[in-house]
């Protein structure tokens, strides 16, 4: 088994059917696990019956939970896990794939993202970059994105890296911080990946979450929230200078609400590359 792909699920069938079919066209040796914590808006009438998943039913704490619940179950050499509103690109994880071979002592992957809007549309690009601690610790924010990390499942089986429940949105960050300090090596595949849906309704902007990731860089040492505008100006130079601000014209294709079974084409001409007011 080449990659095990876990998708946490509660009430967001409508975005989940498009993630499943984003997954099942790689064209690599994969399984689908989709964690769903007893969804009571329609997806347990159709979930349970998709071939193209193992759908585990059962009572969870929260996404972190449902996340090494599912990583726990899984049998592939790369593991990784895509919310219901995000969706691979085509060929990402043939991409992956080679990168890892390629790269026998990258424990993680990091690429790069496309942020959507609810029918598809291009909103911008966002290029990352190997996380920095005191970029993390003084921001609360990380510079990757989950719907294109990828772990080799040895971080999990020999290094007991879980994710911590106990957190709602910042479960991430405090994982790569522990990451971090463990010294795994991660790496960056500069390729298009994947894209996040804003639709709306996103965990991450909930009022909730936004007073979790405040609280998590507030734990952080004092200084270091003293002399955040300097780390978030080297992230910036970095980006800059790594080409994290260019994109030529490009295209990309995704299922939509509008054809949910077929991959829709869309253009990009003059990429954004600041995250959407």
């Known amino acids: 088994m080449q990659f095990s792909i876990v998708t946490p699920s509660f009430r967001n069938s409508q975005w989940l059917k498009l993630c499943i079919a984003s997954v099942a066209d790689q064209g690599v040796l994969l399984e689908h696990i989709v964690q769903d914590a007893g969804s009571d808006d329609g997806t347990l009438d159709w979930l349970p019956h998709d071939s193209r998943v193992t759908a585990r039913i059962e009572q969870d704490s929260g996404m972190y939970d449902a996340i090494n619940r599912g990583l726990k179950r899984a049998n592939g050499e790369i593991l ?3 919310n219901c509103d995000e969706q691979y690109l085509p060929g990402a994880l043939q991409e992956v794939w080679r990168f ?3 790269h026998p002592d990258a424990d993680v992957v990091f690429g790069d993202v496309l942020v959507v809007g609810t029918k598809g549309e291009f909103l911008c690009s966002r290029k990352v970059q190997v996380p920095s601690r005191c970029y993390i610790l003084s921001t609360g924010l990380l510079c990757t994105y989950t719907c294109a990390t990828f772990y080799r499942r040895s971080v999990f089986s020999r290094d007991n890296l879980w994710f911590d429940s106990r957190y709602r949105v910042v479960g991430d960050a405090e994982w790569v911080l522990r990451a971090l300090t463990k010294g795994i090596r991660m790496n960056v595949l ?5 894209t996040f849906t804003l639709t709306g309704h996103n965990l991450m902007l909930e009022e909730r979450s936004q007073c979790e ?7 952080s040492p004092l200084w270091l929230r003293a002399v955040k505008p300097l780390f978030i100006a080297h992230h910036r130079m970095k980006r800059l200078l790594s080409g994290g601000y260019h994109d030529d014209p490009f295209s990309y294709s995704i299922y939509t609400t509008a054809n949910p079974t077929q991959r829709q084409d869309f253009k990009v001409t003059k990429a954004k590359h600041v995250w959407p007011a």
Do not use: T
């Not at 500069?190 to 994947?194: D, F, G, T, V, Y």
């Not at 990731?213 to 507030?218: K, S, T, Y």
């Open 80 to 82: 990784a896990y895509l």
């Open 213 to 219: 990731r405040e609280q998590f860089r507030r734990s």
């Open 190 to 194: 500069r390729k298009r990946l994947s």
């Open 100 to 102: 890892f071979e390629d």
